[in-house]
């Protein structure tokens, strides 16, 4: 569904120059341009939303360094005591400051109406293992990919562009298959219950370090 600058800031209590800064500093990504209105994806809008939080985000560094943390209990990466402090501070951190840390969805968003795009790594609630959330597993009817470059899937697939499609695609430089990214993704993207189950395990993770 697409949403305008007047109807985000009001679903989320915020004003219309709030979410326009978040446009144009690319946290919020906008769907396309009407006239003179920017419209976007409802979906976007949402896993937006739940990366609302305060406090400053993290480097490339130690974002890597955190869902190296929140993946399997340690990393390589960072001194001794900056993991130590990283450590500290992941243990304290909800969902929301997790995925805001970290940088939302961390990539361009677009989302299509399409038949089939074949070979694209998939994401989030589409890739995350919904029994060991807890949650019986269902259909759904968007599936979540990641590409390099949506510019080049564009051209070299028959999508057409559609807020209301089935195929949302994040455009990241490389795949991140590790389990604190999917659940990141899950917990932005992801319905209300695979969103809460989601939140859950992120925040178990952290809080256990």
């Known amino acids: 569904m697409e949403l305008t600058v007047a109807e985000v800031a009001g679903q989320h209590a915020r004003t219309e ?10 946290g919020l990504p906008a769907q396309r341009p009407v006239g003179r209105l920017i419209v976007m994806d ?4 949402t896993a937006w939303a739940r990366s609302l939080a305060r406090g400053r985000r993290w ?4 974002r890597e360094a955190a869902l190296d943390l929140l993946t399997r209990s340690r990393t390589d990466r960072l001194s001794g005591s900056e993991r130590s402090r990283l450590r500290s501070r992941l243990r304290e951190m909800s969902a929301p ?9 961390g990539g361009g968003w677009a989302r299509y109406r399409v038949v089939d795009v074949p070979g694209l790594p998939r994401v989030g609630p589409s890739s995350v293992d919904q029994a060991e959330l807890g949650i019986v597993p269902g259909a ?4 979540f990919v990641e590409t ?17 499609g089935n195929l949302g695609v994040l455009q990241r430089s490389h795949p991140d298959p590790r389990v604190a990214r999917v659940l990141l993704d899950t917990y932005l993207l992801g319905d209300a219950r695979l ?3 989601a939140a859950t395990e992120l925040e178990r993770r952290a809080h256990g370090l």
Do not use: N, P, Y
Not at 17 to 26: M, N
Not at 42 to 45: K, P, R, S, T, Y
Not at 148 to 164: F, K, P, S, T, W
């Open 140 to 143: 759904a009817w968007v599936t």
């Open 195 to 197: 969103s809460a189950a």
């Open 148 to 164: 390099e470059d949506l510019g080049r899937l564009e051209v070299e697939h028959d999508v057409i562009l559609d807020a209301d």
């Open 59 to 62: 480097t490339s560094e130690v």
């Open 17 to 26: 120059r709030f979410v326009q800064q978040a446009v144009r500093c690319g």
């Open 42 to 45: 409802d979906l976007a809008v």
């Open 97 to 105: 400051a997790l995925a805001h840390a970290s940088g939302g969805l």
